[in-house]
């Protein structure tokens, strides 16, 4: 278990370290929201375009591995808006919301720095496929139930999500990736040193800024009313994707090889993407989703945990 907790451990101590800094030290958070459109803007595009740039295009299209993700994702998103709507007879705006927090991991900020010590071969191409699945499939499906819940026009969403899509500089990193790669292309070097030092940034200051945006979050006794979106998140999505890579293999898709059906896993098991607070203050709804990130990030720490420690004495057979 000790080897377990060196990979999980520095990842958290990195977050307490933000979360320190923050609230007794020399930043606040205005900084983190600096720091953030610099990871956003910057690194991770970079990272992106470096993990795909450099790989077979062959090895990054895993039509497979995107199946299972995307089938599993939309499984949960499924089963947490008719529970929310069905047994606690929420509203379908609240009820989309907590479908939103079982469903879109924090990849880029918590996942690809977790992959990068647990499975580096294969952390730069499950970041770059986990990102195709939520940033053109899960978010804007999860946006457009918004709008509707909210009594906006779905059509408005759906074309405003296209135009921010165009300039997204994620999406634009993955594309100029996708293209080096299937036309393979070989860079210059100066390039690919400077890519590569915008890229090395992405680890560590993405797990500072989730620490600081912590600080100052309510909690006000509203643990039970989240938990079923901390559960949902933490177990019930890694359930899915593994459902979804068993109904991929039962179908005779082209098998998912072992390192990266544990990825997938891992992805599925992170906490919530770090906006999710931000995009439910558009609509309303910040209260308990502020919570909700609060406490599914902290309980991952054991979740993730644990779920390293079942794959190192039970790994993932095809």
Aim: overall charge positive; some cysteine; hydrophobic content about 55%.
């Amino acid at each position: 278990m000790i080897d377990i907790l060196a990979i999980t451990a520095p990842i958290y101590l990195v977050v307490l370290t933000g979360f320190l800094m923050t609230r007794f030290g020399p930043f606040g958070k205005v900084e983190m929201r600096t720091f953030g459109k610099f990871v956003v803007n910057l690194a991770l595009p970079a990272l992106l375009f470096k993990a795909l740039s450099e790989r077979q295009f062959a090895e990054i299209i895993n039509v497979s591995y995107l199946l299972a993700y995307a089938v599993g994702s939309l499984l949960v998103m499924g089963t947490g808006y008719f529970w929310s709507r069905r047994i606690a007879r929420l509203s379908p705006l609240t009820s989309t919301f907590y479908a939103m927090g079982m469903t879109c991991s924090n990849s880029g900020f918590v996942g690809y720095p977790i992959l990068l010590l647990a499975l580096p071969s294969v952390a730069g191409v499950a970041l770059a496929l986990n990102m195709i699945v939520e940033n053109l499939l899960v978010i804007p499906v999860l946006l457009i139930m918004a709008e509707r819940g909210g009594g906006g026009s779905a059509w408005a969403t759906l074309r405003k999500l296209m135009r921010r899509l165009a300039a997204n500089p994620l999406i634009l990193g993955m594309l100029a990736g996708l293209a080096v790669s299937l036309l393979e292309l070989r860079l210059p070097k100066v390039i690919v040193q400077t890519v590569g030092m915008f890229a090395a940034a992405s680890g560590a200051l993405s797990l500072f800024v989730i620490g600081g945006t912590l600080v100052g979050l309510p909690v006000g006794g509203m643990g039970r009313q989240v938990a079923p979106i901390v559960v949902g998140k933490l177990i019930v999505h890694p359930l899915c994707v593994l459902l979804a890579i068993m109904l991929v293999s039962a179908l005779g898709l082209a098998p998912i090889d072992p390192t990266l059906r544990t990825a997938a896993l891992l992805m599925a098991a992170l906490p919530m993407m770090g906006i999710y607070a931000t995009l439910a203050q558009q609509y309303g709804q910040e209260d308990f989703c502020a919570v909700a990130q609060l406490l599914t990030t902290l309980t991952s720490f054991l979740t993730l945990s644990s779920l390293l420690w079942l794959f190192r004495i039970s790994p993932i057979s095809g």
